[in-house]
C-alpha cells in the first residue's frame, strides 16, 4: 500500500515584474548610469562596463545589494540606490513601460481559475508602486512584494516566494506554488523555495541556457505561456 498523495493544484502563482509581466526597454541599464554617475563613475569607463556586465549578471537581485557589492560601502550604496530608484521612477513616470504582451490577460486567467498570483520585484516599494501605476495595475492582483516586504532579503533568497505562501494562505505545501521569471535569481528563489514549478520566460534579461542551469523546471517564450502550462501539469496528475 502506497500513501495517499495528494493531487497537486498550482493555486499561488509568484510572479516577477520587470522583464516578465513588464517590458521595460532597458531601463535598468539606463537607471543605473544615472546612479553611478552621481558616485563619481564616468559612463564609458572600464570602472563603468565592469560594473554595468556586473549589473546585468545580477538582475533580479535585489537592487540595494547589487550596490553593496559593487561599491562597498554601505553610505554610498545607499546614495547609488536612491539615484537608481529615482531614475527609474523618472522613467516609468515618462511611459516608457509596457505589459508584456499577454502577461495581463495571463493574470487574469489564472485569477478566474480560482488561483492567488503575486507580483514580486527586487525594486523597492516606491519603485514597485510607480511600475503599477504607470500600467493601471493597482488592483491586479491581490499582493505584491518586494525585498523590504520579505525581511529585507530578495533574491536569490526565496523570502518573497515563501512571504507570498505565509500572506495569503493559497496553498498548503510548497509544492502547489508556481514561481516565473526571466532571470537565473528568479530561478534560484523559486528553486529554493520548493516551488512546483519555477519557470522561465525568455523575455527579459537571461536565455535559456542560463535559465535551466540556475533550476528552471519550464523554459517558456513568456509568461503568457504559463496558464497553459499549469492547467496541462495539473490534468495529467
Known amino acids: 500500500m502506497t500513501a495517499y498523495e495528494p493531487k497537486t493544484t498550482y493555486n499561488l502563482v509568484v510572479l516577477d515584474m520587470a522583464g516578465t509581466t513588464v517590458a521595460d526597454g532597458g531601463l535598468v541599464e539606463r537607471a ?19 560594473m554595468l556586465d556586473y549589473v546585468r549578471a545580477t538582475m533580479g537581485e535585489s537592487k540595494i545589494s547589487v550596490f553593496r557589492h559593487l561599491f562597498g560601502d554601505e553610505a554610498k550604496a545607499r546614495t547609488a540606490n536612491t539615484a537608481f530608484e529615482e531614475a527609474y ?30 507580483l514580486s520585484t527586487g525594486f523597492a516599494r516606491v519603485t514597485q508602486d510607480a511600475i503599477l501605476a504607470a500600467l493601471g495595475w493597482q488592483d491586479l492582483v491581490p499582493l505584491t512584494l518586494c525585498p523590504a516586504d520579505a525581511g529585507g532579503r530578495g533574491r536569490p533568497y526565496p523570502d518573497m516566494v515563501l512571504s507570498a505562501l505565509l500572506r495569503t494562505g493559497a496553498v498548503d505545501s510548497v509544492r502547489d506554488i508556481a514561481v516565473a521569471g526571466d532571470t537565473s535569481y528568479d530561478m534560484l528563489s523559486g528553486a529554493r523555495s520548493g516551488a512546483g514549478i519555477v519557470a522561465g520566460v525568455l523575455t527579459g534579461a537571461h536565455d535559456k541556457e542560463a535559465l535551466a542551469a540556475a533550476g528552471a523546471s519550464h523554459v517558456l517564450g513568456s509568461v503568457a505561456e504559463l496558464p497553459d502550462v499549469i492547467a496541462e501539469l495539473e490534468a495529467a496528475e
Open 32 to 50: 543605473f548610469a544615472s546612479a553611478a554617475g552621481r558616485l563619481g563613475v564616468e559612463p564609458g569607463s572600464a570602472e563603468h562596463a565592469t
Open 89 to 118: 521612477g523618472s522613467l516609468v513616470d515618462g511611459g516608457l513601460i509596457a505589459p508584456v504582451p499577454g502577461a495581463r490577460e495571463a493574470v487574469e486567467r489564472l485569477a478566474a481559475e480560482g488561483r492567488t498570483v503575486v
